[in-house]
C-alpha cells in the first residue's frame, strides 16, 4: 500500500516562498506519475503540477506557471513543489497524489493515491 506524507506548508506573506515535500512508500516510486492539487475552503480540488516517472516531462496549472516548480528525486523517494511570489489566491490545503501509470494524468480521478494535505497560507 502506498503512503504519501506531505510536509513544509505553513504561513507565509505575499511574494513569499515555500518548498512542499511529500515522501512516498510501500511501493516503488519510479513507477508513479506524481501530482500537486490544492483545495482552497469552499471550492474543489484543483490541480497544480505533475511530474513523469522520471521527472523529465512535467505540467502546470496556468495559475502557477512561472511560480511554482515540481521535482522529484527518486533515490529520495520524494516530490517537491517550489513555490515561488506567492499570492493569498494560492492560500489552500495542497496534497500530493501519486498514479502507476507511463502518462502525466491532470485530472484528480486519474490517482490512486493521496496524502493527507498540508495546509498554505499566503498573508497579504
Known amino acids: 500500500q502506498v503512503q504519501l506524507v506531505e510536509s513544509g506548508g505553513g504561513l507565509v506573506q505575499a511574494g513569499g516562498s515555500l518548498r512542499l515535500s511529500c515522501a512516498f512508500s510501500?511501493?516503488?516510486?519510479?513507477?508513479?506519475?506524481m501530482g500537486w492539487f490544492r483545495q482552497a475552503p469552499g471550492k474543489e480540488r484543483e490541480f497544480v503540477a505533475a511530474?513523469?516517472?522520471?521527472?523529465?516531462?512535467?505540467y502546470y496549472a496556468d495559475s502557477v506557471k512561472g511560480r511554482c516548480t515540481i521535482s522529484r528525486d527518486n533515490a529520495k523517494n520524494t516530490v517537491y513543489l517550489q513555490m515561488n511570489s506567492l499570492k493569498p489566491d494560492d492560500t489552500a490545503v495542497y496534497y500530493c497524489?501519486?498514479?502507476?501509470?507511463?502518462?502525466?494524468?491532470?485530472?484528480?480521478?486519474?490517482?490512486?493515491?493521496w496524502g493527507q494535505g498540508t495546509q498554505v497560507t499566503v498573508s497579504s
Open positions: 510501500g511501493r516503488t516510486f519510479s513507477s508513479y506519475s
Open positions: 511530474s513523469s516517472r522520471s521527472g523529465v516531462t512535467t
Open positions: 497524489a501519486a498514479a502507476q501509470t507511463f502518462r502525466v494524468p491532470l485530472r484528480s480521478y486519474e490517482y490512486d493515491y
